[in-house]
């Protein structure tokens, strides 16, 4: 499988749900006080300052002109309104990584980071037409797969609504839902003879589907290869299964893909860390008072053959902490081109309200204590892609190929 088109229908299709705008926080408080460290999303303090008397003043002052002179103020949506004064307020900050969410956003954000979510279990892009929607893959054993979906159908209507002109994130939460419920494609298939297109309607009932965050097989020579393509809480137990197969089949090297992983959950990506590591600081990270919090593996485990990791400018933040531990530790070749450098560390906080604040909250460091933030990871070997390369497929990936070279 073309892992360019893997990834690409991953960040825009059936997973493509992150790039959310707005929310809300009654009472006007800010929290800009906290300390925490999470699995996921965790409740902040009951902290916060209420807004200084001057700015709720000339809040209202601009409440009362727009509703004494505003031409359509019958045509004010308040919740967006009450959305965009906070979600302005931290865009303020100029910092690209902290954002308010919304209710909406953030039951899909902690969908998101789970990996776990409510569908078919299908990764989908636009079709090249740019009018139906591309089945890139079907997850094995999924509701999809059971219902007959294939690789490759093209969807025209979902429960009978046409899918020409409207955005693909629209069309995802279509065919999203509850656990239980049914959702009806149609879909054009290719003939056998690829001379035409059969319409079907496929009926599939959804369910609770983990979404598949490692690809993993045997390559010649006693290779085993994983890529990752993102680090969710469900990306441990898929890469720890994965590496203890290959190892069983008879793997003498490893190369770990990381190529166009934008990163993900921080303690995920130290527990599978740990299972590669000898006993030590894997990462540690600083706050604004200078506060220390250290990672570490334990001598549980360490993987102990030769190890190649692939990186691109596409490798960010958890994937650079992966890239940087091994580097550090000597534990494995980094092998490409230089990471995207984003050595900073993002906390979402649950305002207990149904909707969440995303703020930076400080730097990593590599165990040698280096810190990346824009500058990224060195690769030990540099190797620049062919435009017609396909990652994941070593006759026709140049850096695959180069990683296989250095493990043998």
């Known amino acids: 499988m073309d892992r360019k088109s893997f990834m690409k229908g991953t960040l825009v299709g059936v997973l493509a749900m992150c790039c959310v705008i707005g929310l809300i926080y009654g009472g006007m408080k800010l929290v800009n006080r906290f300390y925490a460290r999470s699995h996921g999303i965790e409740h902040a303090a009951e902290a916060g300052e209420t807004l200084d008397q001057n700015t709720k003043d000339k809040l209202g002052v601009l409440n009362e002109l727009v509703d004494r002179y505003y031409l359509y103020d019958d045509e004010i949506d308040e919740a967006a309104r009450e959305n965009g004064i906070y979600a302005g307020f931290i865009a303020a900050l100029g910092d690209q990584y902290s954002c308010y969410y919304d209710e909406e956003a953030t039951a899909d954000l902690k969908e998101r980071s789970s990996g776990e979510y409510g ?54 939460t279509w065919i999203r839902g509850e656990k239980g419920t049914e959702v009806t494609l149609t879909v054009e298939r290719l003939r056998d003879n690829g001379s035409n297109f059969d319409e079907i309607d496929i009926k599939i009932t959804r369910s609770i ?22 680090f969710d809480e469900v990306t441990y137990e898929q890469y720890k299964n994965a590496l203890h197969s290959l190892e069983e089949a008879g793997a003498t090297g490893m190369i770990v893909d990381l190529r166009d992983n934008p990163g993900g959950n921080l303690d995920t990506v130290c527990e599978m860390l740990d299972l590669m590591l000898p006993e030590g600081t894997v990462v540690y990270t600083k706050d604004k008072n200078g506060k220390r919090d250290d990672y570490t593996s334990d001598e549980a485990h360490k993987y102990s053959n030769p190890v190649c990791v692939l990186v691109n400018g596409n490798s960010a933040s958890a994937s650079e902490i992966f890239a940087g531990a091994m580097q550090d530790f000597k534990a494995g070749k980094i092998v490409g081109e230089t990471t995207f450098g984003k050595g900073i560390v993002q906390q979402i906080i649950d305002l207990k309200d149904g909707t969440s604040l995303k703020l930076t909250v400080s730097e990593y460091y590599t165990p040698s204590g280096r810190n990346i933030h824009k500058k990224g990871i060195t690769p030990d070997v540099e190797v620049k892609p062919e435009q017609s390369d396909e990652f994941g497929t070593p006759e026709k990936d140049t850096q695959l190929r180069k990683a296989i070279e250095e493990l043998q």
């Open 119 to 172: 569908g078919i279990g299908a990764v989908l892009q636009q079709y090249a037409n740019g009018e139906l929607v591309q089945v890139l893959n079907v997850y094995e054993g999924s509701p999809a797969e059971k219902g007959g979906l294939k690789k490759d159908d093209l969807i025209s209507e979902v429960d009978g609504k046409s899918v020409v002109g409207v955005e693909l994130d629209e069309v995802v």
């Open 209 to 230: 589907v983990e979404v598949q965050t490692v690809e993993s097989k045997m390559l010649e020579g006693h290779v085993g290869y994983i890529a990752v393509t993102e």
